[in-house]
């Protein structure tokens, strides 16, 4: 088998020394546009996962790979003039030139062949070989050059970085955070040799700009830098290695093969440097192409395939793990100026931490977090009634948390999303006695249909479905019925529909009442441009689509007069939908008519929705309400624990959280 890798990097290199060594007759060679002693880069970060998962798959190259490895285990946080530290996350590094030498010493000895200074233009010249394998970087010429089947989608961040390194000793993965008048920069640092550190600078691009950075060089990068941290590198020196200031690109492709053509590591994906090393995905796709080879010696194409199934999930998680840390770094000057430990445990929880792995692993820096929140937790949990009714299990729930939620009740018949909806006054035996909750809303065009545990918006026969409203005359789903747009007449019902709904459940003797205009429903149609397509008066930019919820909120808050939460589908997770500026500013209206608590729910806007099902997978939407609005927000959505609710509240992401009912939306 003959096999050409283009790109000389640890990936590909790596995969070129597993696959000859694991079959000698394989003719390999490598081609590689830099020198030898060309080394980009400082240090390449590995988990202890990491190493544990690689160590175990190869014997051989990879321990002797590490062996110089830097180790550490803290998380450090210099933030507010202290320190703060969270132990049990353990990492390794290795110095970027150590890992190459190894490597290529590995592969010559193996007898791979090597060709350095060789650019690949056009890498259809290679087509002759039974592999080519593209290991050629974010700015990969094999996915360039098969662009129309590899589909690549490349998504360019929005803050700027620079990578540089530092002769100052550092301890373990270190993060700080400086500010200046041109704006706030925050440093990611990990040590890679006892004298040396990678040292990456990070700000937006407002700070970037008003820092005049688009015109630095080097030494200009250099100065400004050991200026600005000072504090923190008592007196040594930053070093450039073409510390050009970038943006990040995330890069994803539907397929990473295509006949004999195959991607790994920055060709094929990228994610955020705050989660690890993309160094690290690089080599582990060299490891799994390696081994699918094995298993298919005499079939490439199955080999292919199962390389990509092996990876693919793998890698998913990844990104989405560094979708959620680069939107903290995009937003990260929103929050310096907390105390250090509820800085400290925002940061942590940003992507894979929650409150009981750090406490499994450091339980003083999570005991020191809840001490200095002052926050009971517990008191902050709102259950809620499952979907389908069950008063028993209302009451179960009523009696173990503070605060206990009914489903979503109709204000009125025609707001009934089936026949068998409850209503207020079926809670009456309950209210006097438990601290209970009523939700109530409007269907709207997901009304008039069949029991949700028959399947989810299944319109009721035309016999015994009533008609329907929305915002604009859209079916919710294609076998849904068109609702009628709604006219002022209706509004005015509608409106007084919800205010008397307030007034009963004031009377009742609810202690909370939450309005639901999320999930597709009437008010849900008002507030989505997914769904409002009117060009009157509620129809347009997101102030004019917010009036007739704000007349409802208006009326239902005028006549209920203890807590009043709003619940919207804080993203549609659609295409066109809900923007992020829309969202806080309907939260800002919202808080400004009197709603106490936005709940930040997502989604089913229309059946096309992808949510990103997870836990607390909607955690970040509130943590926009709460922290960039500046409004009171309630957590919902995969939270099912008070890991979870704990992991919110003391993060500052929300005030409360609603425990995540089982059952549809």
């Not at 597993?18 to 830099?34: F, Q």
């Not at 490439?300 to 903290?328: G, K």
């Not at 859209?474 to 076998?479: D, H, I, K, T, V």
């Not at 229309?606 to 955690?619: E, L, S």
């Amino acid at each position: 088998m003959r096999i050409v890798c283009v790109g000389g990097g640890p990936g590909g290199l790596y995969f070129a020394v597993l696959a000859k060594r694991a079959d000698p007759s394989r003719r390999i060679t490598v081609y590689e546009r830099d020198r030898p002693d060309d080394t980009f880069g400082f240090g390449v970060v590995f988990s202890d996962a990491t190493m544990g998962f690689l160590a175990e798959q190869d014997r051989v190259t990879y321990p002797a790979v590490l062996a110089h490895a830097t180790r550490w285990d803290p998380i450090t946080i210099r933030h507010g003039g202290r320190v703060v530290r969270a132990g049990g996350v353990g990492f390794a590094a290795v110095e970027r030139r150590r890992l190459l030498e190894r490597l290529r010493e590995q592969a010559h000895a193996l007898g791979v062949e090597l060709v350095f200074e060789r650019e690949v233009p056009d890498p259809r010249e290679h087509l002759d070989a039974d592999l080519l394998v593209g290991c050629d970087g974010v700015n990969s010429a094999v996915r360039g050059a098969f662009a129309d089947q590899f589909r690549p989608r490349v998504d360019v961040g929005p803050t700027r970085f620079s990578w540089l390194g530092t002769d100052r000793p550092f301890d373990s993965l270190t993060f700080f955070f400086e500010g200046n008048e041109h704006g706030c920069f925050g440093a990611h640092v990990y040590p890679y040799r006892p004298d040396r550190a990678t040292f990456i600078v990070e700000t937006d691009e407002q700070t970037y700009r008003r820092a005049g950075i688009d015109a630095f060089g080097e030494a200009d990068t250099i100065a400004y830098c050991e200026r600005l941290f000072a504090a923190h590198l008592d007196g040594h020196r930053l070093l450039a290695n073409r510390s050009s200031w970038q943006r990040f690109r995330t890069v994803r492709c539907p397929t990473w093969h295509h006949g004999r053509v195959v991607l790994l590591g920055d060709a094929a994906h990228t994610a955020h440097f705050s989660v690890g090393s993309g160094t690290k995905m690089a080599m582990e796709d060299g490891l799994a192409l390696a081994q699918a080879l094995d298993r298919f010696p005499d079939d490439v194409d199955r080999a292919l395939v199962a390389y990509e199934d092996e990876r693919r999930p793998r890698v998913a998680h990844v990104q989405a793990m560094a979708r959620t840390s680069f939107d903290w770094w995009a937003g990260f000057r929103r929050w310096v100026a907390w105390p250090p430990e509820r800085f400290s445990f925002h940061f942590l929880t940003r992507s894979q931490f929650r409150h009981d792995t750090l406490a499994a692993r450091d339980p003083a820096y999570v005991a020191a977090v809840e001490r200095a929140s002052g926050l009971d937790v517990e008191s902050r949990v709102i259950a809620v009634e499952p979907p389908g009714g069950d008063l028993d299990e209302l009451a179960r729930l009523a009696a173990r948390h503070p605060l206990a939620l009914t489903r979503v009740l109709p204000v009125s018949g025609d707001g009934r999303a089936g026949l068998e909806d409850g209503r207020l006054e079926d809670y009456a035996g309950l209210v006097g006695r438990l601290a209970l909750g009523a939700q109530v809303g409007h269907a709207g065009p997901r009304g008039a249909c069949g029991p949700r545990r028959l399947g989810l918006d299944r319109p009721l026969s035309a016999a015994e479905a009533w008609p329907l409203l929305a915002a604009s005359p859209l079916p919710y789903g294609p076998r849904s019925a068109v609702p009628r747009a709604m006219d002022e007449a209706d509004m005015e019902r509608v409106r007084d529909d919800f205010a008397l709904a307030a007034r009963r459940a004031a009377e009742l003797g609810f202690r909370f009442l939450q309005l639901h205009f999320a999930h597709g429903s009437l008010l849900a149609t008002f507030i989505s441009p997914l769904t409002n397509r009117r060009d009157d008066r509620h129809g347009g930019p997101v102030a004019r689509r917010m009036r007739f919820p704000l007349a409802v909120l208006d009326a239902a808050r005028a006549e209920f007069p203890g807590e009043v939460a709003v619940a919207i589908s804080a993203s549609d997770w659609q295409p066109g939908g809900l923007s992020e500026a829309d969202l806080l500013a309907a939260a800002l209206l919202l808080r400004a008519h009197g709603a106490d608590f936005v709940t930040a729910l997502g989604g089913w806007t229309t059946p096309r929705a992808v949510p990103p099902f997870g836990r607390c997978h909607q955690a970040l939407l509130a943590g926009k309400i709460q922290t960039d609005a500046g409004v009171p927000a309630i957590a919902a959505g995969g939270v099912t624990d008070l890991d979870d609710v704990r992991t919110i509240l003391l993060a500052g992401r929300a005030e409360r959280c609603l425990l995540d009912p089982v059952g549809p939306h």
